[in-house]
T-cell receptor, first 115, second 109 residues
């Protein structure tokens, strides 16, 4: 079975450019999570969706960040405009069920470098 | 929200040694997972263990939810065990997995 698929794996861009990260969750999973990992802050939740609906976006740093899940098999995380402090590894993860039970599975991450 | 502590923060072992990693959390949980982040950055599921004890080869884990801690045991460590180990409890309210700061393990040949 395919796991969580993220693209691109690596992205290098210049400050001010728009960045779009993509995620395909595991088929049949109802919950999708976006995490960001940095040396300073560790793994922090940005936003998560249940059944394509955003439930908690309190971790989204500011208005420059937005996330969508137009259907059960696709989500995007967009940064516009990007800044050097956005450099990090962005992970997408999915989990079956929406009631708080179910194992979390991660994609391989998208490493973003903003110059 | 739930607070998560992991200890020790860093651990250096000689190949073949055993170790115990600890995770403390501040509130009730309905779910807890242990992950290994390998040197290539991949987050690999080790255990889904909201309570009780599980074993998988040289690794085992125990969660005592009533006392708000979980332990990960690594026996006969190998160099491939190197990396960072995270615990991630999921609280009863927010349904969010909260990651601890991790334990960085280095196994020397």
């Amino acid at each position: 079975d395919a796991g969580v698929i993220q693209s691109p794996r690596h992205e290098v861009t210049e400050m001010g450019q728009e960045v779009t990260l993509r995620c395909k969750p595991i088929s049949g999973h109802n919950s999708l999570f976006w995490y960001r990992q940095t040396m300073m802050r560790g793994l922090e939740l940005l936003i998560y969706f249940n059944n394509n609906v955003p439930i908690d976006d309190s971790g989204m740093p500011e208005d420059r960040f937005s996330a969508k899940m137009p259907n059960a098999s696709f989500s995007t995380l967009k940064i516009q405009p990007s800044e050097p402090r956005d450099s990090a590894v962005y992970f997408c993860a999915s989990s079956p069920g929406t009631s708080g039970f179910g194992e979390l599975f991660f994609g391989e991450g998208s490493r973003l470098t903003v110059l | 929200g739930i607070q998560v502590e992991q200890s020790p923060p860093d651990l250096i072992l000689q190949e073949g040694a055993n170790s115990t990693l600890r995770c403390n959390f501040s509130d009730s949980v309905n779910n807890l997972q242990w992950f290994h982040q390998n040197p290539w950055g991949q987050l690999i599921n080790l255990f889904y263990i909201p309570s009780g004890t599980k074993q998988n080869g040289r690794l085992s884990a125990t969660t005592v939810a009533t006392e708000r801690y979980s332990l990960l045991y690594i026996s006969s460590s190998q160099t491939t065990d190197s990396g960072v180990y995270f615990c991630a409890p999921r609280d009863n309210y927010g349904q969010n997995f909260v990651f601890g700061p991790g334990t960085r393990l280095s196994v020397l040949p």
